[in-house]
């Protein structure tokens, strides 16, 4: 064997698991395997886990925070504008830069497939080229699937549908869109219907930012599983953000869940971004706007947990941590029970790489050896420390490594060090 992980906890509670790796794939999961390896690496108990997934992000924006101002106010429609004044001044190699500083920041943290969006409305579709030359480079190391946006609307901006095909001829791998901004009702339904119908043409999957409003009555999440069905798209088609379904009427929520099952359309909820951006025409009470998160896992639906931003026109915070992502949708959609709380872990992992499509992604023998250890014992205790990625593996070679994240205390009678793992006894 290549490497052998000695007295793991993995996700599902198993502990004192050994994982032996040979070619850069998991050959054996088990108890004391008896197998003898070139390096070994002892978990001491803690959490071994496949990497974190970020279902949906903006790496074409990441780390442009303060171009070329910072956004005064925090709302999305600031955003939005200065993302329009940010666009004409965009170069490639300033795009690459930052995307490659987003993926080294994303690697320390265990956070191996990322889901980006790409802006295709800017006719040059220079982010298109940046970002695929990132994906080839980063390639090794992090899959990073690429989702041609129509940021502008596809039937309100005058190129985009053009832009989208040609995005998609030059390697985008998934169809975006945005719905809830065209012009009206009809012609966000009609954007819908013909997305889908591209998608189905090309074999491609599809990825909506939809219904990212308070409106109760943007309702393109109904549109998008009714193309998906009609199509035969189940398991291929993502709504992302659906906020609108938090101020939605219980009864329509009712038979809206079922539909969405049926068409075989997941969810992604992005809860730093809802919990800021949302709500925001409110006085009191004050709705928080995440997606029903709970309801719809319970309707059999998938469920991912996405970053979306991190420091650019929409969010000023953030550093390409998974936990901190679970931490937020654990506390937004209080999913508090101990069952909840796992879910939420399985958010940004198993879920996410599922609404992907990875291959060879997890824990089971011929999966690919790649692998996260945690500062922590559980998945629970992961996403409360936001616990630190001691090593962080790909196709069975160390890629990262962290310190404990441990104090040194001076305290009479106290211990000499102290970290906050909850220690028994
Ligand atoms: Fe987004």
Not at 156 to 167: E, G, I
Request: glycine share 8%; hydrophobic share 45%; with cysteine.
């Amino acid at each position: 064997m290549d490497l052998l992980i000695r007295n793991a906890t993995l996700p599902d509670g198993r502990t004192g698991v050994d994982i032996a790796i040979a070619d850069g794939r998991i050959n054996a999961v088990g108890a004391a395997l008896a197998v003898s390896a070139a390096e070994e690496i002892d978990a001491g108990g803690n959490l071994v886990t496949p990497p974190f997934v970020d279902a949906h992000f903006h790496m074409d924006a990441t780390l442009s925070y303060g171009l070329p101002r910072i956004n005064s106010s925090g709302t999305l429609l600031e955003g939005i504008a200065l993302w329009g004044e940010l666009k004409p001044a965009l170069t490639q190699e300033a795009l690459v830069a930052r995307a490659m500083q987003y993926c080294d920041w994303a690697v320390a943290r265990g956070l191996l497939a990322i889901r980006s969006h790409v802006d295709i409305c800017d006719d040059r579709l220079l982010a298109v080229e940046a970002l695929l030359q990132v994906k080839r480079q980063v390639a090794p190391y992090l899959d990073l699937q690429l989702v041609a946006f129509p940021q502008d609307g596809l039937l309100r901006s005058p190129n985009a549908f053009a832009n989208l095909k040609r995005a998609i001829a030059m390697g985008v791998d998934v169809v975006g869109g945005i719905p809830h901004f065209e012009r009206t009702m009809a012609e966000g339904a009609e954007s819908v219907r013909l997305l889908c119908e591209f998608a189905a043409e090309k074999g491609l999957r599809v990825d909506m930012h939809c219904d990212e409003s308070d409106d109760p009555m943007s309702r393109h999440i109904e549109t998008l599983a009714f193309h998906a069905q009609r199509l035969e798209l189940q398991g291929l088609v993502t709504g992302s953000h659906l906020t609108s379904m938090h101020s939605m009427d219980n009864y329509y929520v009712s038979k809206l869940l079922p539909l969405i099952r049926e068409a075989g359309v997941a969810a992604i909820a992005n809860p730093l971004i809802n919990i800021t951006l949302q709500g925001r025409h409110d006085s009191y009470p004050k709705r928080r706007g995440m997606t029903r998160v709970p309801e719809m896992l319970a309707a059999g639906i998938d469920v991912a947990f996405g970053h979306d931003c991190v420091m650019d026109p929409w969010y000023s915070l953030g550093s390409g941590d998974m936990l901190e992502v679970a931490h937020m949708g654990l506390h937004v959609a209080q999913m508090t029970g101990q069952d909840a709380m796992h879910a939420c872990f399985l958010a940004v992992t198993e879920t996410p790489a599922r609404i992907l499509g990875l291959s060879g992604y997890g824990l089971t023998p011929g999966c690919n050896a790649d692998l996260v250890l945690l500062d922590a014992r559980s998945t629970v205790e992961a996403i409360r420390l936001r616990a630190g990625r001691r090593y962080v593996i790909r196709r069975g070679k160390v890629i990262s490594q962290s310190p404990a994240a441990q104090a040194t205390l001076a305290l009479p009678g106290r211990p000499a060090t102290v970290d906050f793992r909850l220690h028994s006894g």
